[in-house]
Every structure is written in structure tokens, then in C-alpha cells.
């Protein structure tokens, strides 16, 4: 009997790893995919920039708590948006889910996620710069680019 608990543990045990092990698992954010997306698009186009600022929810309320950063490039003068999808970086029109209230050049934003070069000592930090103010219904919609 004592052996049937110890099995029964034991599988509770791995499955618990496992599940565990999914759920932490690292996944690329977007500072992350924004920063690889401006540097594989500075290869073919001369002028990209991080544009970051805060998320809108659902419900279409700003969250000044939660910011969310999206690549886009000059092309044609027209700024394009840039997704990461399935692995890879793609020009769209799609600006994702946020108010775009800041633009960086990549080392820049760069410089910013480490806070390491004189560019960014004075620069101001992303979660504390929203200070326009929008009411909701200046909220540009997720399709429109800048």
C-alpha cells in the first residue's frame, strides 16, 4: 500500500514539473522582439525606430502601469509597423494594443533597456512619461499607423 502512495506522489510530482516547467517557461516580450525586429529591419531600411508607450485594454482604458513596445520603419516616407509573427518580422499596418506616445532610435531604446550610456541618464523612463492627456475617444484605433 505504502508503495502505491509513493508512486502516486511521484507521478503528481513529475506532472507538477512539467506543468510548472511550461509555465515559466521564457518567452520572448515584446522589448524584446521590438529590439530584434529594428535590428533585422535596419539591414534593408535607413530610418527605424521603437515607438513604446502604454497599453490599451479591452475595455479601450489606457493602463499607465503596463507599456508595450512595437518596431516601425520609414518606407516610402510612411512609417510601417513591424510584427513579430511565427518567428518572424513582418512590415503590417497594424499598430498592437497601445497609445505610441514615444519613438527611439534603436540604440537608444537600446541604451534605455540597460541603462548604460550617457544618452539615456537624462531620458526619461518610459511608465512616467504619459503626460498627455487622451480621452478615450482620441484613442487612435489598433489599425491606424502614425
Not at 522589448?31 to 479601450?60: D, S, W
Not at 520603419?73 to 497609445?99: H, I, P, S
Not at 511608465?127 to 480621452?135: L, Q
Amino acid at each position: 500500500m505504502k508503495t502505491m502512495g509513493r508512486a502516486w506522489k511521484f507521478s503528481l510530482g513529475v506532472m507538477a514539473i512539467f506543468i510548472a516547467g511550461c509555465a515559466v517557461s521564457l518567452q520572448p516580450v515584446c522589448r524584446h522582439t521590438a529590439l530584434m525586429c529594428a535590428l533585422v529591419m535596419q539591414e534593408k531600411y535607413p530610418t527605424v525606430e521603437v515607438a513604446f508607450g502604454p497599453v490599451i485594454n479591452a475595455n479601450r482604458e489606457v493602463s499607465s502601469l503596463i507599456t508595450h513596445a512595437q518596431t516601425r520603419v520609414l518606407v516610402n516616407d510612411k512609417w510601417v509597423w513591424v510584427n513579430y509573427m511565427g518567428g518572424a518580422c513582418q512590415l503590417t499596418d497594424t499598430r498592437e494594443g497601445f497609445l505610441d506616445l514615444n519613438h527611439w532610435p534603436v540604440e537608444m531604446f537600446y541604451a534605455w533597456l540597460w541603462k548604460s550610456t550617457a544618452l539615456t541618464v537624462a531620458a526619461p523612463l518610459p511608465a512616467v512619461c504619459f503626460t498627455v492627456v487622451i480621452s478615450i475617444g482620441d484613442i487612435p484605433s489598433s489599425k491606424s499607423a502614425k
